[in-house]
T-cell receptor, first 118, second 111 residues
Framework: DAMVIQNPRYQVTQFGKPVTLSCSQT?????MYWYQQKSSQAPKLLFH???????NEADTPDNFQSRRPNTSFCFLDIRSPGLGDAAMYLC?????????????????FGSGTRLTVV | GQNIDQPTEMTATEGAIVQINCTYQ??????LFWYQQHAGEAPTFLSY????GLEEKGRFSSFLSRSKGYSYLLLKELQMKDSASYLC????????????FGTGTRLQVFP
């Protein structure tokens, strides 16, 4: 019944080796977000897609890219992971323009991917 | 700027009541969320407030005062499983739901 699915749950990558994290949703939400959460810190928004429109946060490093090939899927690409990129990466979705903001119609998180860089 | 403040840590005993406060200063306001997050897991939705007042849902209640930029989460009849971080997040955008998170309050429940 999971509605926002992130794969894999745990990812280990080598320093400098490109890695892709994936997110899929069955909610038909029009907006998808990627957050980075480091240990004991708040989730930090990296970017979001409003339909097909990509919106980057001003302080998101160029090392991070994203793709949304269709409504259901969104990918986070880290071109050259550094040790400082080790974190939990959270995908979230929402339906902007909807009137019901309560779960699951509003903001919904996936289970996250924990990235380790070795 | 955007600022959301919560206490870093709180402790309480099983069966007690605890109130976690959140104050915010954001450029816009479209609603306030509370999430529960267990260590190593994703946040799970607890409540959403857009109007002033108290929203009650079982053991959890959330209050909002927009004029004061203030919210609290009230947890009653605490259980050991309530030990987690509680995140306050403000939806600051009217166009997209860009949430701004506080750093969270780590709640430890003791027997």
């Amino acid at each position: 019944d999971a509605m926002v699915i992130q794969n894999p749950r745990y990812q280990v990558t080598q320093f400098g080796k490109p890695v892709t994290l994936s997110c899929s949703q069955t909610l038909n939400h029009n907006v998808m977000y990627w957050y980075q959460q480091k240990s004991s810190q708040a989730p930090k928004l990296l970017f979001h897609y409003y339909d097909k429109d990509f919106n980057n946060e001003a302080d998101t490093p160029d090392n991070f890219q994203s793709r949304r090939p269709n409504t259901s899927f969104c990918f986070l690409d880290i071109r050259s992971p550094g040790l400082g990129d080790a974190a939990m990466y959270l995908c979230a979705t929402s339906r902007v323009g909807g009137t019901d903001r309560t779960f699951p119609y509003g903001y919904t998180f996936g289970s996250g991917t924990r990235l380790t860089v070795v | 700027g955007q600022n959301i403040d919560q206490p870093t840590e709180m402790t309480a005993t099983e069966g007690a009541i605890v109130q976690i406060n959140c104050t915010y200063q954001t450029s816009g306001f479209n609603g306030l969320f509370w999430y529960q997050q267990h260590a190593g897991e994703a946040p799970t939705f607890l409540s959403y407030n857009v109007l002033d007042g108290l929203e009650e849902k079982g053991r959890f209640s959330s209050f909002l005062s927009r004029s004061k930029g203030y919210s609290y989460l009230l947890l009653k009849e605490l259980q050991m499983k309530d030990s987690a971080s509680y995140l306050c997040a403000v939806d600051s955008s009217y166009n997209t739901d860009k949430l701004i998170f506080g750093t969270g309050t780590r709640l430890q429940v003791f027997p």
